[in-house]
């Protein structure tokens, strides 16, 4: 039995909440289960915008260092390392450390200041995060599970764990691993056809479209289409071929994943994928599934925590 747990951004009221409503309680230094055969499955950002980072992290660490939980790499666990990790080159960090990236990170810098030896240390721990989970009956991911990159990722990574090296070439816009863990991380991005822009809504002109990776029923640019205001901005008529065929299949194991902030009543993304990620990192719940073995996914299984 798995309890899939999404996005906590600092949060540790709700997720202390969710675990004890669940039935997991502290006992020997961890968060457990009275049935030892059930673990949690974390989805990653498990900081930022919340205000008690540190005790996130460290009830997590607990409950993996105790073999009770297992975890995959957020976005802003990603930020977070090139945020704090300077270039053996340049010196330079390797995300910048621009107005809005200091703002997105802030509540983490109250706790975490750069350089400190507590930082240093969280920021090893992030690097340990594989980027999935290929577990019995089903897969977790933080954004996007494309089986064309999964596979890629196993030939490039330990387990989906990326080295200290690869962490360093992610980062890079210019290198290929760069759009693979993007991708993965933060969902896939599809260049719209030539002449082809939208307003964004702050009234930027963008020429990508995050897509909806998981929709194989979509047939036009509107249906697959996320965080465009004004629909009919988009290109009319079919899909490209290759945009199409990004889908995930349909006969694939069951996949679970955040990262996209939805409100409202929960939903099934499509019959073998769901998102858990209600905003919990703002004012939403925290939610969790209950994953028994049961490859057929249900609304009825979800929970939420922390209203």
Excluded at 56 to 79: P, Q, Y
Excluded at 207 to 223: F, H, I, L, M, P
Excluded at 225 to 245: C, F, I, N, R, T
Aim: with cysteine.
């Amino acid at each position: 039995m798995y309890d899939i747990i999404p996005d906590i951004h600092g949060q540790f009221e709700k997720l202390e909440h969710a675990l004890t409503s669940l039935g997991y309680a502290r006992r020997n230094g961890a968060w457990r289960h009275s049935d030892p055969g059930r673990i949690c499955v974390f989805l990653g950002d498990f900081i930022d915008r919340g205000p008690r980072n540190e005790d996130v992290i460290a009830l997590v660490r607990g409950m993996l260092d105790a073999g009770t939980a297992l975890a995959v790499m957020g976005n802003h666990e990603l930020n977070a390392i090139h945020f704090h990790t300077k270039h053996p080159e340049t010196g330079v960090p390797l995300r910048p450390w621009s107005p809005r990236n200091l703002r997105q990170h802030q509540s983490f810098l109250d706790e975490f200041p750069p350089e400190s030896t507590a930082t240093r240390d969280v920021i090893g721990w992030m690097r340990s995060l594989p980027l999935y989970l290929k577990l019995d009956g089903f897969r977790a991911v933080h954004a996007c599970w494309d089986e064309g990159l999964i596979a890629r990722l196993e030939t490039e990574t330990a387990s989906g764990v990326l080295s200290e090296e690869k962490l360093i070439m992610a980062a890079d816009p210019a290198d290929p691993l760069n759009d693979l863990v993007e991708t993965i991380t933060k969902g896939p991005e599809v260049i719209l056809p030539n002449g082809h822009s939208f307003a964004d809504k702050d009234g930027n002109q963008r020429t990508e479209v995050r897509v909806k990776w998981w929709n194989g029923e979509g047939q036009s640019w509107a249906d697959i289409a996320m965080s465009v205001p004004e629909p009919d901005d988009l290109p009319k008529g079919g899909l490209p071929a290759d945009v199409s065929a990004m889908v995930y299949p349909e006969t694939a194991k069951p996949v679970f994943f955040g990262h996209y902030w939805l409100t409202g009543q929960p939903v099934l993304q499509a019959p073998n994928a769901l998102c858990l990620d209600y905003s919990a990192g703002k004012d939403g719940p925290l939610m969790s599934y209950g994953m028994d073995g049961d490859d057929r996914l249900t609304l009825e299984k979800i929970k939420r925590h922390g209203d």
